[in-house]
């Protein structure tokens, strides 16, 4: 199902189906940190889906360990790069297979501080948005390259070094969405997430 060169993209809708158990002691308190039991639900489908996504594209052990910075990969699996991304009622989770790759989601809402914010964490070259939708585009490729090259936020206001590839996603009307693979395209197969019903 995964074959080299290719990036899968799942797009799971987080207000549908059970809430499965934590996966472990460390993802159950991050669940129970969360404010509502509504945004507990859906971290806890999130992160759900990313194991049983994992599980249909390798037969290594679900042993999670982190890099730098927090970014988590597949202690038994290296080969096999995901990421995972959420925002409201939505996630995307995103797997390739020996490329690094980020993936970005934002829910587009009102932001008043949107040129601000840009000013402040975008890096240099980037043109100011014009407006909401525009801001929340560039977000999610700037944040999901951060990802991808797994520095997170700690990268905010550089660009990484290396060649990276941005694809935006068409996920819907309320939503912004990018994903970012270290190296040359590759062609994106785009699924919809039917677990956890």
């Given at each position: 199902?995964?074959?080299?060169?290719?990036?899968?993209?799942?797009?799971?809708?987080?207000?549908?189906?059970?809430?499965?158990?934590?996966?472990?002691?460390?993802?159950?308190?991050?669940?129970?940190?969360?404010?509502?039991?509504?945004?507990?639900?859906?971290?806890?489908?999130?992160?759900?889906?990313?194991?049983?996504?994992?599980?249909?594209?390798?037969?290594?052990?679900?042993?999670?360990?982190t890099r730098e910075h927090g970014k988590p990969h597949l202690v038994s699996s290296p080969e096999v790069r995901f990421n995972l991304s959420h925002s409201r009622e939505m996630a995307l989770v995103a797997v390739t297979r020996d490329a690094d790759v980020g993936v970005d989601i934002e829910r587009i809402r009102?932001?008043?501080?949107?040129?601000?914010?840009?000013?402040?964490?975008?890096?240099?070259?980037y043109t100011e948005p014009r407006n909401v939708r525009e801001f929340f585009g560039n977000w999610t490729r700037f944040e999901a390259m951060?990802?991808?090259?797994?520095s997170g936020l700690y990268g905010a206001g550089s660009t990484p070094e290396g060649e990276w590839t941005v694809t935006e996603l068409?996920?819907?009307?309320?939503?912004?969405?990018?994903?970012?693979?270290?190296?040359?395209?590759?062609?994106?197969?785009?699924?919809?997430?039917?677990?956890?019903?």
């Open positions: 199902m995964l074959n080299t060169g290719e990036v899968h993209v799942w797009r799971v809708r987080l207000d549908r189906g059970k809430t499965p158990a934590a996966g472990s002691a460390e993802e159950a308190a991050r669940a129970e940190r969360l404010v509502t039991p509504a945004l507990r639900q859906r971290y806890l489908r999130a992160h759900g889906a990313l194991r049983e996504i994992l599980a249909q594209v390798t037969d290594a052990p679900l042993a999670f360990g009102p932001l008043a501080e949107y040129a601000a914010i840009a000013r402040r964490y975008f890096p240099a070259g951060l990802k991808a090259h797994g068409a996920i819907g009307p309320r939503f912004a969405a990018a994903l970012v693979v270290a190296g040359q395209a590759r062609p994106v197969v785009m699924h919809d997430y039917q677990g956890g019903e």
